[in-house]
């Protein structure tokens, strides 16, 4: 982990929803120069075959067409059991059979025997950044394109390892890797992009210098060009930016409400859009026929948000009684991270550091309002710029376990996390059933070398206790072969 101070003190960021700093805003830049002209396939190829473990990792052409996962103890996603005994068919991505009966497996299938082993849908993060989950700053401020393609090339391929088959991007130029990770070039999850988060001046996300005010709208500043945030200060401009990421491919779109932890400039209580301007934003979206969800932490911010039409609110940390009555009684998804201590973040210093506390004391406040009033929850993680910080992705899911069962920790990580990317409707990047072990899903699943149900920590281990993770019908991991 790097500790960093002085100027670098504001560029780490432990969660708060992706902010960048300029220097690693002109990284980004440059790497999304870069993929545009076709240069991400080839490097992610290059550094995957030098990067790649020496386990058993398959690239996804050597996958049977048909695989049987036999004598598995079965986790649906949605049930509070598991049931013994069942069988598995996989044909091609999609699940094709839940067997009871230990039917003979098709003659050209490859069978894969479980051992009464704990059967499983993929894990889904809803809050990840895909791009710079695992660039220390220190790399990031050198803007070296192909550094940058190292480090995420890799940390995807971990973030697969860690059994997260699917997550959803909440930040970043991220349109082009997601590209390389479904044509195969490089092994990774799923991905649903927001693209550029949406901010105002002076919001969570612009990390201008000084010197660059007063703000041009007609010339982009790094924060704008680099894919990771674009300012907006009317409706015009708000309409403009939210129709830009849905032309590159977003699946949704975040818009930054108020502000967060590591913005120097960017106080957790202020309130930073309009109604109107969210209105705006929203608008757009569901013309597409998907839909905004809001970085905001204080009441006001979260209760604006709400009334603009937002389906989805990140953090909410610092909401009241009040507010969460008014999320469960509108049905408006909270997306939250369970951050508990400081070493659940990079560390930070200064007036990041005062409010990174007011969101550890906040967490416990707003998990038992989520609870009390059954708010419809989604978790996520929200890791970046540590690879020592991204390995704590399943830490950070059995830190739920001090408000919920482990049978509605897994039911959260895969079908209610499931629930909310569907949301995406027609901008869904992958239409079909996801989170569940069904006929007709994905066929994205871990087979686990212990009962999560009994012990949740068994998803903090995952290099020992994964012996299988399957995503999209294709084999990545596989320790049972003989």
Known sequence: MIRLGGKYQHLVHGFGCGCLSPEVQHASRRLEDLSRRGVLAGLGAAFFAAAAPPIAFAQAPASPSKILLKQAKVFDGKSSTAQSGVQVLIEGS?????????????????????????????????????????????????????????????????????????????????????????????PGPRIYPSGAMITTSGGHGDLRMLTDIPRTPAQLSIVETSGGAVIADSAAEVQLRVREQFMQGASQIKMVGGGGVSSPRSPLDMTTFSESDLRAGIAVAQDWNTYVTVHAYAPKTVQRAIAAGAACIEHAHLMDEDTAKLMADKGIWLSIQPFLS??????????????????????????????????????????????????????????????????????????????LLALSGPRNPYPGKLGVLEAGAFADMLVVDGNPLEDINLLNQPEKSLSVIIKDGKVFKNTLAA
């Not at 906040?362 to 929200?382: N, P």
Request: proline share 5%; hydrophobic share 45%; net charge negative.
């Open 342 to 419: 400081a070493e659940d973040a990079v560390p930070l210093t200064g007036p990041s550091a005062e409010r990174l506390q007011q969101v550890f004391a906040g967490t416990l406040t707003a998990y038992e309002f989520a609870r009390k009033y059954k708010i419809k929850t989604a978790w996520g993680s929200d890791m970046l710029f540590s690879p020592d910080m991204t390995a704590r992705q399943g830490k950070m899911l059995t830190h739920l376990s001090r408000w919920y069962s482990n049978a509605e920790i897994l039911q959260m990580a895969t079908s209610t996390n499931a629930e």
């Open 94 to 186: 999609r699940i094709t059979a839940i067997d009871t009966t230990n039917s003979a497996p098709p003659a050209d299938a490859t069978v894969i025997d479980c051992g009464g082993r704990f059967l499983m849908p993929g894990l889904i993060d809803a809050h990840w950044h895909s791009l710079f989950a695992a660039v220390p700053v220190a790399t990031a401020v050198t803007g070296d394109p192909g550094v940058i393609f190292t480090a995420s090339t890799a940390e995807a391929q971990r973030t697969l390892l860690r059994g997260f088959t699917t997550v959803r991007d909440v930040g970043g130029p991220v349109f082009s890797f997601k590209q390389a990770i479904d044509t195969g070039v490089i």
